[in-house]
């Protein structure tokens, strides 16, 4: 059983749960210290912390099951864990369910409007693994899923929705929805064989890249929109300033016929950036 569940956290890489969790943060304690005038009680970030988790394994664990058959005829994927035969897809299931039970346990240890709100999230987060199949927007698809928990962070402490708020979603999720059109790229071939959608199989590769690099221009925008409609100061906009370098970078290395930096450009850089951005926040916070 140990054995099988480190394989599935192998499977779905937990290690990066970091892309979103900095986010998430970033939005509980914002929001708590805009809307409440205070900093989120550690059980608030324990709780948020739980439902992130439980969102994003149970995402990715779908996701798994549900581009099995898919994932096995592709060469770079084909070596996955449930594919490869190393983990049985009813355990794979069984990780499913007991992932979304934590996510519905911790927003109830929350507020009332993360409980309402919760099945929105679930949708997306179930959505998201049958887009490629019908729509090149899956990206878009995926940025909301995953912009959703920056949001639900700001919702975890204040109890409302606000334009902060929403603004801090619409970010991360051109954020997310960018570096995935990105990571697209180098499954065009496969994706046009198999009549799988994506940007870069509609629009092509150098297209696509360049609707990543527009989308990220609209991350670093809703970056300085948080900075002018939040009390945040000059430490946050040094951290956006160093977060757009980022992204300037992360597109540097890539290029519509070179494609061998893309994992740098995938996991490293955007790991660096949330990491970034929630440090210069706490910074700015903590200078008051």
Known sequence: MLKKLKLVLDMIKFEHSIFALPFA????????????????????????????????????ALNRIIDRKIDAKNPRTAERHIPKGLIPVSFAWGFVIVSFVVLFVSAFQLNILSVQLLPIAVFFLV????????????????????????????IATTGQIDIEGILLFLTVALWIGGFDVIYACQDVEFDQKEGLHSIPVRFGVKRGLQISAFMHLGTALGLFGLLWLTDLGIFFGL???????????EHSIVSHDDLSRLNTAFFTMNGVLSVIVFCFMMIDVLSR
Not at 239 to 249: C, F, H, S, T
């Open 127 to 154: 959505f998201y693994s049958y887009t490629k199949r019908f729509t090149w927007a899956c990206h878009l698809i995926l940025g909301v899923a995953t912009g959703l928990g920056p949001l639900g962070g700001w």
């Open 239 to 249: 951290g956006v300033i160093v977060a757009l370098l980022i992204l300037i970078y």
């Open 25 to 60: 943060y970033l939005g509980a304690i914002l929001g708590s210290l805009e809307v409440k005038g205070h900093f989120p009680t550690w059980m608030q970030i324990f709780w948020i912390t739980i439902a992130m988790v439980g969102a994003r394994s149970a995402a990715m």
